[in-house]
């Protein structure tokens, strides 16, 4: 089953706007939540992570805000550009026998119009 | 210096066929993943080696196998290759306590 839940599946934002995608998990044992980008041809990359123990992270205008009791973590780019268009992915972790163990949510599609 | 190189970059084959993808990684991780992205981009887990050592097997039919001859290096091997083969599939590895995945850039396998 589908361990991490994301949403939407795609999403047009004009230059400048907000760009909001959302996610959802269910095991608790998660305790390490990244954001991955990926380009067309590229392998997904890290963009920015957090930790359960804190409701917020920024990076230069990327924000992930987390809901500990509800389960849900939300990726925020403000002041979105042209070169922010690719497809990001949540994801959750949980340390493993052997190494860590990581699910993906399904994707957003990011555009952004000039 | 690629940290996670993958080969073959594209990969054309018929029905039935056996292939090979190598994947090296040089950033001295101890643990290595197989993941397939389907045509809808979602990744999915297949494998995972840590120090040469089988630890994740997803539902994965036993067609696939993986290799590990070492750290460094984590193959795939698909016997009887199926149309719903065809997929982009991606090595990526960490190093624990450490959390992040470095993946390559993909291997396109077009099975017709």
């Known amino acids: 089953q589908q361990q991490v839940k994301q949403s939407p599946q795609s999403l047009i934002v004009q230059k400048g706007g907000i760009s909001i995608i959302n996610c959802a998990y269910e095991?608790?044992?998660?305790?390490?939540f990244p954001w991955y980008q990926q380009f067309p041809g590229k392998g997904p990359a890290l963009l920015i992570a957090?930790?359960?123990?804190?409701s917020e992270k920024k990076e230069g205008r990327f924000t992930i805000s987390f809901n500990k009791s509800a389960k849900q973590f939300s990726l925020h780019i403000m002041d979105s550009q042209p070169g922010d268009s690719a497809t990001y992915f949540c994801a959750a972790s949980r340390a493993g026998r052997g190494g860590n163990q990581f699910y993906f949510g399904t994707g957003t599609s990011l555009t952004v119009i000039p | 210096d690629t940290a996670v190189s993958q080969t073959p970059k594209y990969l054309v084959t018929q029905m039935g066929n056996d292939k090979s993808i190598k994947c090296e990684q040089n950033l001295g991780h101890d643990t290595m993943y197989w993941y397939k992205q389907d045509s809808k981009k979602f990744l999915k887990i297949m494998f995972s080696?840590?120090?040469?050592?089988?630890?994740i097997n997803e539902t994965v039919p036993n067609r696939f196998s993986p290799k590990s001859p070492d750290k460094a290096h984590l193959n795939l091997h698909i016997n009887s290759l199926e149309l719903g083969d065809s997929a982009v599939y991606f090595c990526?590895?960490?190093?624990?306590?450490?959390?992040?995945?470095?993946f390559g850039e993909g291997s396109r396998l077009t099975v017709l």
């Open positions: 095991n608790t044992a998660f305790d390490y």
């Open positions: 990526a590895s960490s190093r624990p306590p450490a959390r992040e995945l470095f």
């Open positions: 080696y840590n120090n040469k050592e089988l630890i």
């Open positions: 957090i930790r359960p123990d804190v």
